[in-house]
């Protein structure tokens, strides 16, 4: 039997297509997190949100590449990288968030591809091409077209450094997942990756009361923050 590819045209416009879509789900995460910041501390809100995509990607991954990935997986470095990068950058992001609003987070969150592209140059030798510096300025100019709707009154402080800090964490992690992981998939990736990151979480959450911290406040959970949670963690992760 023979396998016909795509072309590369339609390849490429279905990633970026791909790409465009999963923007407008993680841009829903956003305006939840406020929701769920109401009323929870943000380790909590980052655990649900941790939890919840593990818990889907989980079975995801067996779905499409079965026992193979997980035996051959190198969970040693996968958890590392998932705890260092996605963890911490996760804590990051909803910790500013809390001490910010959801549009200064989501317009500093829009600073990621230089983000991205500084680390490949400085450590990949990636040269810049005319259409990498239009992408980047066009993703600038949308952050910057939210914040001329805010009128300048973005929260720009304590929180806002550390959604900064956040998306040079995911930059590295994105990258680091990839030299650490070669041989799995992109699913892989990302599964043996949020594992480590949702270890490490629960983990945090599990020490703060022994250091006088809160509790998880299961409590305050109702339906409606259950599926805020749900939606946050499966869908915008």
């Not at 416009?13 to 997190?33: E, I, Y």
């Not at 655990?47 to 919840?52: A, G, K, M, Q, T």
């Amino acid at each position: 039997s023979t396998t016909t590819l795509p072309a590369p045209e339609r390849s490429t416009l279905m990633a970026n297509l791909a790409c465009m879509g999963s923007m407008l789900v993680w841009a829903l995460g956003f305006p939840l997190a406020d929701q769920l910041l109401a009323i929870l501390p943000a380790l909590a809100v980052t655990v649900l949100r941790l939890v919840f995509a593990t818990a889907f990607l989980l079975p995801a991954w067996f779905l499409v590449d079965g026992w193979g990935g997980f035996r051959t997986a190198n969970w040693g470095r996968g958890l590392l990288v998932g705890a260092l990068g996605i963890g911490l950058g996760a804590l990051l992001l909803v910790w500013g968030q809390s001490r910010t609003d959801a549009i200064t987070t989501a317009v500093i969150a829009a600073t990621m591809p230089i983000a991205g592209i500084a680390l490949e140059i400085a450590l990949d030798g990636r040269r810049l091409t005319g259409r990498t510096v239009l992408g980047i300025l066009l993703s600038v100019a949308g952050g910057g077209a939210v914040y001329g709707a805010r009128m300048g009154s973005l929260d720009i402080g304590l929180g806002a450094i550390a959604v900064f800090a956040s998306v040079a964490t995911f930059a590295w992690a994105s990258r680091a997942s990839v030299t650490a992981l070669p041989g799995l998939s992109a699913i892989g990736r990302t599964t043996v990756t949020f594992t480590g990151a949702t270890l490490l979480i629960l983990a945090l959450q599990a020490l703060l009361p022994l250091v006088g911290g809160e509790a998880m406040p299961w409590d305050r959970l109702g339906p409606k923050e259950w599926g805020y949670a749900a939606i946050y963690g499966m869908g915008s992760m």
